[in-house]
């Protein structure tokens, strides 16, 4: 019963039916989220408009992290147990972390514009996430440039692992060296340095994305499950050709 759902094609016939629910809820998040970010929470005394930005920068932020580990675990299950389903997901994932990422660096650009009065800088926090996002593009080019995709799945799954070295850095740059990105504020230990009118839009937002990811995860679930199967097809025929 534990090893119940290692079966791709059991996980996929019971989170499929929760798919379009996730979508529908992630929609419903989003839009409530938006009009609480845009309409209900204060202008910054210091950043103006522009702290609106926040509440899609920061979000995407931690979602590029979470779904980076959860991919990079997934790989593990994958290299260590042989699962294909851990494969698939760790698959599924990757383009929408990748996605994740790219929103947050171009948000993170936008609002560095009027603050810091350049679209770009060398920052450690910046560079860092800048990596993470190689790591993402490296991991899919890897999965995909093998002709036995076997191949590719377990060196993207190793590229993946050695990856997660960068989220510490990416969570601690701004505690560890010099950096003009702004220190954690929503992660302090007992009293979050943000008014609630503020927090309340951030969180919402977060929980759409997540709802987003899940939805997204479970379509692109599918696709690397037929894929894979028509792979292992395209490879049969070939060895019998």
């Known amino acids: 019963m534990k090893n119940k ?9 019971f989170v499929k039916p929760i798919s379009p629910w996730l979508g529908f809820t992630s929609v419903m998040l989003l839009a409530f989220g938006l009009w609480l970010s845009f309409y209900h929470s204060p202008i910054d005394y210091q950043q103006g408009n522009a702290v609106r930005i926040m509440y899609v920068h920061v979000p995407a932020a931690w979602m590029s992290m979470m779904i980076y580990t959860f991919m990079a675990m997934s790989s593990l299950f994958g290299i260590v147990y042989g699962h294909i389903t851990a494969y698939c997901l760790a698959k599924a994932a990757a383009p929408i ?11 993170g650009s936008a609002w560095g514009k009027p603050m810091w009065g350049t679209w ?3 920052d450690a926090r910046l560079t ?17 440039s093998f002709n036995d995709f076997s191949k590719g799945e377990k060196f993207s799954s190793i590229l993946s692992i050695i990856g997660l070295i960068n989220l510490p850095i990416i969570k601690f740059s701004v505690d560890y060296w010099n950096t003009l990105h702004q220190p954690a504020s929503i992660s302090k230990i007992g009293a ?7 927090l309340i839009p951030l969180l919402v937002m977060f929980l759409s994305f997540v709802f987003i990811f899940l939805h997204l ?3 692109r679930f599918q696709l690397e499950l037929n894929n894979r199967r028509l792979n292992i097809r395209n490879m049969k025929v070939h060895r019998t050709g």
Do not use: R
Request: hydrophobic letters at 60%; glycine letters at 6%.
């Open 5 to 13: 759902f290692v079966n791709p094609g059991t996980l996929l016939n």
């Open 192 to 198: 979050p340095s943000i008014h609630t009118d503020m």
């Open 97 to 107: 972390g990748a996605t994740f990422t790219a929103i947050c660096l171009v948000s």
């Open 217 to 219: 995860l479970i379509i």
């Open 128 to 144: 860092s996430v800048l990596v993470l996002f190689f790591f993402y593009v490296g991991y899919i080019v890897f999965s995909n």
């Open 120 to 122: 770009w800088v060398w």
